[in-house]
């Protein structure tokens, strides 16, 4: 298009007022707050031109934030017509999501091709609170699709970007409200009394998240993450999930082998893995402990995880990792890391990792005074992400790292106590995963020492499946 970008801007501004997708004055809106600006951009598809207008804008600001992915999807049903000129310009694949599925029984709730994991890029109109791009994330992921960008003609800067950025999405403005109010008031083409009440508008009404919107892309379903899982281990993890209905892993702290292997096999039917600390068994001897604990996991579905913490150079956790008394790569689906000493940690577990293993780094510990604080935190998150071929997800206490492909293992958590006297801290597995944000809750004591441990185990597995199919808004 002719024209630089502010050019652009000014004529698509003028445009919008001309075909009155912006309108002034005094309107009702359906929560019963009085607007003075009111704005509909769906005249859109009466006028081709400003259509064209928009889409190319849109079009800009996408090559403008370089993003890459596999398919364009607007919200429906006035981002449908701006995706589809984009899409037969630019010939990126589109999908559709249906908003009324369910009436048309067989029908695909989203038309289109395409494969779990494939990246979407969403399009929206106008973003208020940021609920219905939410809603079409979750139809998304729920059908294994990754979304981290959408893009928006018209931001009304009401706290959207902001919903929208907590849940993972990047928010690209074409334009900001207050870019159109400052521009129409400098055109005079509206009064400034009018640009003011506007102004003041978008500043003190901020309208919450529809229901249907919470907890949308914070907590996308275990079904959608494990069609797009792109690790084997998050993806065998996940499938375990499923099929057993079950977010608990058991830690079997103990002291010897028939101890960790009788607790194993009682809580083997409700959990997704079992975590164990090997060097505290007294009579470790890999022969009687690890091809039962391999057999049992089989035979259960679980993972066996290893909560070694490395946390020394490279060469000496290749080293630890693969060798001694405890072969742990041979047999551990999952080890634990600590971020300290930096990417070199994960280079040296990863040269002596098959594609079997995978680990997890500890950013945040459950402990009283732990000293992983946010800037240690932002740190784990970015090896994290730069790891995904190793790296699944993190041990921490809140969601470090944004994006659903990782998986969060939260420790600390006990429905009876609030600590044990020597700095452990505990929350209830509600707690866990509503507030903390918790993929996975990790329960040792709570389940091995107090009472029937299959039954404890069976509990606090319930507990923990009910609170993440709530935060999903299941
Ligand atoms: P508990 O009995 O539920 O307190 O056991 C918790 C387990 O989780 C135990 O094996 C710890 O080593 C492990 N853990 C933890 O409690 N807190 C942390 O921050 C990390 C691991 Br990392």
């Not at 970008?5 to 997708?21: C, P, V």
């Not at 364009?72 to 006035?78: M, N, Q």
């Not at 009394?193 to 949308?216: H, M, N, Y």
């Amino acid at each position: 298009m002719a024209g630089s970008g502010s050019d652009l801007k000014a004529q698509l501004i003028r445009d919008i007022l001309k075909y009155e997708a912006v309108k002034f004055g005094s309107f009702t809106l359906k929560s019963g707050v009085v607007s003075p600006i009111y704005m509909d951009i769906r005249v859109c598809v009466s006028h081709p031109k400003f259509l064209t207008a928009i889409a190319e804008a849109v079009e800009q600001t996408l090559k403008a934030a370089n993003l890459r992915f596999d398919h364009l999807c607007g919200v429906p049903y006035t981002a449908l017509p701006i995706a589809t000129c984009i899409s037969t310009k630019t010939h990126q694949p589109m999908l559709m999501r249906r908003k009324e599925a369910k009436a048309y029984g067989t029908k695909q709730i989203i038309e289109g091709k395409y494969r779990a994991g494939d990246k979407v890029l969403v399009i929206e109109d106008i973003v208020t609170s940021g609920s219905s791009i939410l809603e079409t994330v979750k139809v998304l992921e729920n059908a294994g699709l990754t979304v981290t960008d959408a893009i928006v003609l018209i931001d009304r800067e009401q706290g959207g970007k902001g919903y929208l950025e907590e849940r993972g999405i990047n928010l690209h403005p074409v334009l900001k409200l207050s870019e159109i109010i400052d521009r129409l008031e400098v055109e005079n083409l509206i009064q400034a009394d009018v640009a003011q009440r506007s102004r003041e508008f978008i500043r003190t009404v901020k309208p919450s998240l529809t229901p249907a919107a919470v907890g949308v892309g914070e907590r996308a379903s275990f079904e959608g993450r494990a069609r797009s899982a792109k690790h084997p281990v998050s993806a065998k993890l996940l499938k375990f999930v499923n099929k057993k209905k079950t977010n608990l892993c058991v830690a079997i702290d103990v002291e010897t082998t028939a101890e960790l292997l009788e607790l194993t096999s009682k809580v083997a039917p409700y959990v997704c893995a079992v975590k164990t600390h090997v060097d505290q068994l007294s009579d470790f001897v890999y022969e009687k402990v690890i091809p039962e604990l391999k057999r049992l996991s089989e035979e259960h579905s679980f993972l066996l995880f290893e909560d070694r913490k490395f946390g020394d150079i490279g060469e000496t956790v290749r080293a630890q990792y693969g060798g001694g008394v405890f072969k742990i790569s041979e047999w551990a689906d999952i080890v634990t890391v600590h971020g300290v000493p930096g990417a070199g940690v994960i280079q040296g577990l990863k040269s002596a990792a098959s594609e079997k293993n995978a680990c997890i780094i500890v950013a945040e510990m459950s402990s009283a005074g732990a000293l992983t604080d946010d800037s240690y935190k932002k740190a784990c998150a970015s090896m994290v992400e730069s790891n995904a071929d190793f790296v699944i997800g993190t041990v921490s206490q809140s969601r470090v790292v944004k994006s659903p492909e990782f998986i969060q293992f939260t420790p600390g958590v006990n429905f009876e106590l609030s600590g044990d006297g020597k700095g452990q801290q505990y929350v209830p597995p509600e707690v866990a995963i509503s507030d903390r944000g918790a993929d996975i809750v990790i329960v040792g004591r709570g389940v091995t020492r107090n009472g029937d441990p299959g039954d404890r185990a069976r509990i606090y597995s319930e507990r923990a499946w009910e609170a993440y199919e709530k935060a999903t808004g299941n």
